[in-house]
């Protein structure tokens, strides 16, 4: 349990996350995470990081019960420097991330997703941003980078999801594959990554993040001032709190709300 880092083959290194039940990751855990890719990507040796997780899901977000146990606001604070941190690790992570994504992708999960270089997803997996749904704002910057404006917006104002074969239509997604092919999948395109040059690709990347229009870190520190807002109001409480006591956006695939 917890965050661990594996190199299976020369270049390649593999960041696993495994917090049961549903990898929703409390503040220490995003720190943690932030920890290991950014270290992957110091490692001379390394020229890719794979990201992935363990268990039913790649990532559901910040986990929320830590949030209502917590009766002042340390824990909010945490969740949002700590997601600040692993989605700007994966960003400027020194060597390109590819994201193996299986199951949901959820909240948080999306600004670790957007964030990455490359994503190969397993055929079960779907993608959305249930922040509306649970009293909390943030990573539409991330949701952007995956799929067009205006069904960014969509997804984030009903709180629907998207498959992956949606995002593989956006261009967001490189692969998706049968769900016990996602290991070898996101290893075969780090391995083609990783037969690069290590100080090339390292410039490569720098240079893509330099030319990049939105500066996404300061896009969601922006977001995050609106998500301080809702908790100071009242809302992100009222909201929060009916976690766990009704069926969420998320529960409901994204087929059955549409049909
Ligand atoms: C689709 C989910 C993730 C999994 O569905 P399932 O049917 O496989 O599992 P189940 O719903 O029965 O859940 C199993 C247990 O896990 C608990 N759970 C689920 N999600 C969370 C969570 N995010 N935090 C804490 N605990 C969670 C659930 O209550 C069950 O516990 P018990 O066995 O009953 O004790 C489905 O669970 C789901 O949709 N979950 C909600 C995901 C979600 O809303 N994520 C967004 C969180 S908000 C966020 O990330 C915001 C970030 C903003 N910012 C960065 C600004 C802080």
């Avoid at 019960?65 to 600040?84: V, Y």
């Avoid at 593989?168 to 391995?191: D, F, I, M, P, T």
């Avoid at 908790?231 to 909201?239: F, K």
Wanted: proline content about 4%.
């Amino acid at each position: 349990m917890g965050v661990s880092t594996s190199c299976p083959e020369d270049g390649v290194c593999v960041v696993t996350v495994d917090f049961p039940p549903v990898n929703a990751l409390p503040v220490r855990g995003w720190y943690d995470l932030a920890d290991a890719v950014r270290s992957a990507g110091r490692d001379p040796g390394v020229r890719c990081v794979v990201l992935t997780a363990e268990g039913r899901g790649f990532n559901a977000g910040v986990d929320i019960k830590e949030l209502q146990r917590d009766p002042g606001n340390a824990a909010l604070i945490g969740a949002n420097r700590g997601c600040s941190e692993a989605f700007a690790a994966v960003y400027e992570c020194e060597v390109p991330v590819v994201a193996a994504v299986h199951g949901f992708c959820l909240g948080g999960g999306i600004g670790l997703v957007g964030n990455a270089d490359a994503i190969v997803a397993s055929d079960d997996a779907v993608f959305g941003l249930p922040e509306l749904d649970r009293g909390a704002l943030g990573a539409a910057t991330h949701l952007a980078r995956l799929v067009p404006q205006h069904l960014m917006r969509a997804l984030y104002y009903t709180s629907r999801t998207a498959t992956a074969a949606e995002l593989q239509a956006h261009g967001s997604v490189w692969r998706v594959v049968e769900q016990g092919e996602l290991a070898a999948a996101s290893l075969e395109l780090a391995r083609e990554i990783a037969a690069k040059d290590g100080t090339l690709i390292r410039l490569a990347k720098a240079a893509i993040n330099g030319i990049d229009p939105v500066d996404v870190r300061r896009s969601y520190r922006f977001e995050q001032g609106f998500t301080f807002e809702a908790g100071l109001s009242g809302v992100a409480d009222r909201v929060r709190d009916t976690f766990g006591k009704e069926p969420s956006g998320a529960e409901k695939s994204g087929k059955e709300q549409q049909s």
